[in-house]
Nanobody, 125 residues
Framework: QVQLVESGGGLVQAGGSLRLSCAAS????????MGWFRQAPGQEREFVAV????????GYADSVKGRFTISRDGAKNTLYLQMNSLKPDDTALYYC??????????????????WGQGTQVTVSS
């Protein structure tokens, strides 16, 4: 089992920035990739970004490309999401997730094995 704890969410004005963190613990040795998904009220959970743990190869949803940056600290087993130029449409509950599937791209929720509880991001206009 892998435990994931997100932090860093909050309320920010449009155009502002936030940095999300996700601390992983437990059986992390089988991790192939980690990602971020988000879910707004009444909507499906959607892919945001993913990073391959070993080589830091990253991928992004078109809606966040150029504004969000995913990164990781292997020594701390921590995943980050730097979010700049935030828009009201970015408002959602953001989830950290782990995949053991050696595949690409990893943009579908069913490709992930472990999920955090989520951290709320609210962007006001």
């Amino acid at each position: 089992q892998v435990q994931l704890v997100e932090s860093g969410g909050g309320l920010v004005q449009a155009g502002g920035s936030l940095r999300l963190s996700c601390a992983a613990s437990g059986r992390t040795d089988s991790t192939y990739a980690m990602g971020w998904f988000r879910q707004a009220p009444g909507q499906e959970r959607e892919f945001v970004a993913v990073i391959i743990w070993s080589n830091e190869w990253a991928g992004y949803a078109d809606s966040v490309k150029g504004r969000f940056t995913i990164s990781r600290d292997g020594a701390k087993n921590t995943l980050y999401l730097q979010m700049n130029s935030l828009k009201p449409d970015d408002t959602a509950l953001y989830y950290c997730t782990v995949s053991r599937l050696r595949s690409w791209p990893l943009t579908r929720a069913h490709q992930y094995d472990y999920w955090g509880q989520g951290t709320q991001v609210t962007v006001s206009s």
